[in-house]
């Protein structure tokens, strides 16, 4: 049986006005899939990297790759699932803004009661990744407690997980953000420290913070416009996980730079290179729901759009004037 369900499609690369609320037919989930009804979908900054061509898709693509609902149907071979589950997931292949889809349940897993729909479609993508950054993207030796970590954009989706986490862990996170205000929301979210880089010269603060060291790893995802003041943070062998690029792609670059400022290490990670199997996906997943049903993670969910009203929500991230997570309501 197929039914009629609502997505937003694109049909070439280029700017929010391209994104159309369109019919699409629906069908039966085959063997490994499920066909999840979306409560809410996350909104993320790889849905514009995908929208405007920094990472080239194939056409027509319907965008999102986060969200919450309840399973409807569920295909061969998929025994962590059943009709009638709460679930949330952040996954590929994009497909997620649209009322309901079919697809692989490899990187689906139930939700817990207390997490509301809204909730998890605002967290799974962005709190997956801060849990393989702060907990597998690590410099030699690992992070102990005390230890200082550079955290860009922190007052975004994935920042402000990322401050309370490495609160939680113990960690000092010197924050960077675009306005004072967004300083101060990171140091409230528990960051140890806050540097407006629209105005300093985030390096040099680094150093002085530091005492002169430099820290042991940079999460940086702004890429272009922060990379250098990032490799420039760093204490000898230390980690720079470069796993975005909000201001532009990094131009290549002389790996000399590495052997300059102290055998540095460089790494351009991806969260689904983590969640490709479902024992990890689920390891994961039962990690951050830990730390957000134990209260240790608050998950700010700052915005709300209805799906036809998502060239906004666009619009917004790419401004610069979102803080926390956002979500489509559908
Ligand atoms: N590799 C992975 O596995 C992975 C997974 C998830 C997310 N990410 C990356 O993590 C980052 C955060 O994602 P998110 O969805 O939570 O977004 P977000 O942080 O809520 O929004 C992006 C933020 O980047 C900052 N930014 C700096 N320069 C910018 C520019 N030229 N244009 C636009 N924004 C700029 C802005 O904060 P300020 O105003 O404070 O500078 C902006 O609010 C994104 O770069 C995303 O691609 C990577």
Partial sequence: MSRVEKAIRIDQHGGPELMRLVDVELGEPGPGEVRIRHMACGLNYIDIYQRSGVYPMPMPLT??????????AV??????????????YASQ????????????ARAVVRLPDEITFETGAAMMLKGLTVQYLLRRTL????????????????????????CQWAKALGLQLIATA???????????????????????????????ITGGRGVKVAYDSVGKDTFEGSLNSLAPFGLLASFGNASGKVPPFDTGALAARGSLYLTRPTLFTHLATRESAQEMADE?????????????????????EV?????DLEARTTVGSGVLLV
């Fill in 311 to 315: 060239a906004q929500a666009h619009r």
């Fill in 139 to 162: 410099p030699q030796g690992g992070l102990n407690a005390g230890d200082f970590v550079l955290f860009h954009a922190a007052a975004g989706g994935v920042g402000l997980i990322a």
């Fill in 288 to 308: 951050l729901f830990a730390v957000v049903l134990a209260g240790q993670v608050k998950i700010h969910v700052e915005r709300r759009y209805p799906l036809a």
């Fill in 178 to 208: 675009g306005s004072d205000e967004k300083c101060q929301l990171a140091l409230d979210a528990g960051a140890a420290h806050a540097i407006n880089y629209r105005r300093e010269d985030f390096a040099a603060r680094v150093r002085e």
């Fill in 93 to 104: 292949p994009p497909g997620a803004y649209c009322t309901a889809r079919v697809m692989p």
């Fill in 75 to 88: 295909g061969e071979g998929v025994g962590h699932l059943a009709v009638g589950d709460r679930a949330a």
């Fill in 63 to 72: 965008l999102g790759m986060e969200g919450a609902g309840v399973i409807e």
